[in-house]
């Protein structure tokens, strides 16, 4: 089975630093671009970056560039999100999703279970 | 990189049809045929019903199906069920390998 598997719920407190993982499976992980993208509490969607876990290219959209870092092992079929300083505004679901090869950046045909993040002192 | 205009909320009976529009500029829905839409329940994550304007992924329902016009796309489900009350998003390829979402819409089945 296709899947991918998202790393637990994290609370920490604003200022600390964050790294949620993306586990890959029943794929050729390294060949498929790797999306994220933020949920807030009760809000929309919001495309953050994409990463190809074969040569760990990257993209960022310009709301997110320089506020997270995304970065992929291809060893251990795994992407990841992080922050070096969490903000209290960081506090969402964060979801990973696969980038289907027979379309676009658009199409995201596999997602994680997402990951919910919560900043708060 | 603004958000594509998505209406807040739409409604319908069962049996019937409805429509959900997308606007964005000729950045991105009016400058590709690459516009999706994902279905997504209360605490659960998204889910691909279109993706390429107008195509359906194997396993989801014929009642979908998509269109884009200009620099709107539509997304419509016919013979509404009560299991198609949701939230859904269309996303549009922007450019740059860069995309963006629609705000998003609440599907209410009456």
């Known amino acids: 089975e296709v899947q991918l598997v998202q790393s637990g719920a994290e609370v920490k407190e604003p200022g600390e630093s964050l790294k949620i993982s993306c586990k890959g499976s029943g794929y050729s992980f390294r060949t498929y671009w790797i999306g994220w993208v933020r949920q807030m509490p009760g809000k929309g969607l919001e495309w953050m970056g994409f990463i190809f876990p074969g040569d760990s290219a990257t993209t960022y959209s310009p709301s997110f560039q320089g506020q997270v870092t995304i970065s992929a092992d291809k060893s251990i079929n795994t992407a990841y999100l992080q922050w070096s300083s969490l903000k209290a505004s960081d506090t969402a679901i964060y979801y990973c999703?696969?980038?289907?090869?027979?379309?676009?950046?658009?199409?995201?045909?596999?997602w994680g279970q997402g990951t919910v993040v919560t900043a708060s002192s | 990189q603004s958000a594509l205009t998505q209406p807040a909320s739409v409604s319908g009976s069962p049996g019937q049809s409805i429509t959900i529009s997308c606007t964005g500029t000729s950045s991105d829905v009016g400058g590709y045929n690459y516009v999706s839409w994902y279905q997504q329940h209360p605490g659960k994550a998204p889910k691909l019903v279109i993706y390429d304007v107008s195509k359906r992924p194997s396993g989801v329902s014929i009642h979908f199906s998509g269109s884009k016009s200009g620099n709107t796309a539509s997304l419509t489900i016919s013979g509404l069920q009560a299991e198609d009350e949701a939230d859904y998003y269309c996303?549009?390829?922007?450019?740059?390998?860069?995309?963006?979402f629609g705000g998003g819409t609440k599907l209410t089945v009456l």
């Open positions: 996303c549009s390829y922007a450019g740059s390998s860069t995309v963006v």
């Open positions: 999703a696969r980038v289907y090869s027979g379309s676009s950046f658009d199409t995201f045909d596999i």
